[in-house]
C-alpha cells in the first residue's frame, strides 16, 4: 500500500556554522539507518549582485573584511578552535574524521567533500541532481540577520525547488 523508501545517497549542505552540525546528526542517523552514503557540500558564496544592497551601506573593503571574519568564525566554531590560513577541505575532512569516532555507534559512509563557489540554492540543488542523491539534509537556517533579509531563506528555497526530497532540521537560535 505504501512505497518502499529507500535512501542511497544524502546529500548534506553545511554553511560551516557551528548550528549546521546538528543537522549533520540527522544525517548520520539517515545515513546509518538506510544504509545510505553521505556527500557533504559547502558552497563559498560568490554572487556580488545578491550583496548589491549592503556594499551601498559599507562599501566593498569592509563588506570583504565582514566576509573574512565571518568565514574565519565558522571554520573556529566548525573544528573549535580557530586556524589561520586552513583550507576548507581540511576543515571538512577534519569534522568527518572526527565525526566518524563520534558516531561509531551509527557506522555511515561518506562519498566525498564537495565546495562549490556561486549561489547556495543553485549549487544545492545541481549537486543533489548531478550526484543522483535521494535526499538533501540542511538546517533550516543558517548564517541568520541581514544576510538572511538580504537573500531569503535558503532551506526556504531549495524546499520550494527541489525535485529530491529535503529533511529540514531546525536549527537553534543563535
Not at 557540500?41 to 559599507?58: E, K
Request: charged share 30%; hydrophobic share 40%.
Amino acid at each position: 500500500m505504501f512505497p518502499e523508501v529507500k535512501i542511497k545517497k544524502i546529500l548534506y549542505a553545511t554553511d560551516l556554522s557551528e548550528y549546521a552540525r546538528k543537522a549533520f546528526a540527522y544525517a548520520v542517523s539517515l545515513a546509518s539507518k538506510y544504509d545510505a552514503s553521505i556527500t557533504i557540500l559547502h558552497t563559498i558564496i560568490d554572487a556580488p549582485n545578491i550583496y548589491s544592497s549592503a556594499l551601498g551601506y559599507v562599501g566593498k573593503e569592509k563588506w570583504e573584511e565582514i566576509k573574512n571574519e565571518h568565514m574565519e568564525e565558522a571554520r573556529g566554531a566548525l573544528i573549535g578552535k580557530k586556524r589561520e590560513n586552513v583550507p576548507i577541505r581540511e576543515i571538512l575532512t577534519h569534522f568527518y574524521e572526527n565525526a566518524k569516532q563520534k558516531f561509531e555507534d551509527q557506522p555511515f559512509m561518506m562519498d566525498e567533500i564537495v565546495i562549490t563557489k556561486g549561489n547556495p540554492v543553485e549549487e544545492i540543488l545541481r549537486q543533489s541532481e548531478e550526484r543522483n542523491c535521494d535526499l538533501i539534509v540542511m538546517g533550516s537556517h543558517g548564517h541568520g540577520g541581514i544576510l538572511d533579509a538580504m537573500i531569503g531563506s535558503i532551506s526556504q528555497k531549495v524546499l520550494r525547488r527541489s525535485k529530491k526530497s529535503v529533511f529540514l532540521v531546525r536549527l537553534p537560535e543563535k
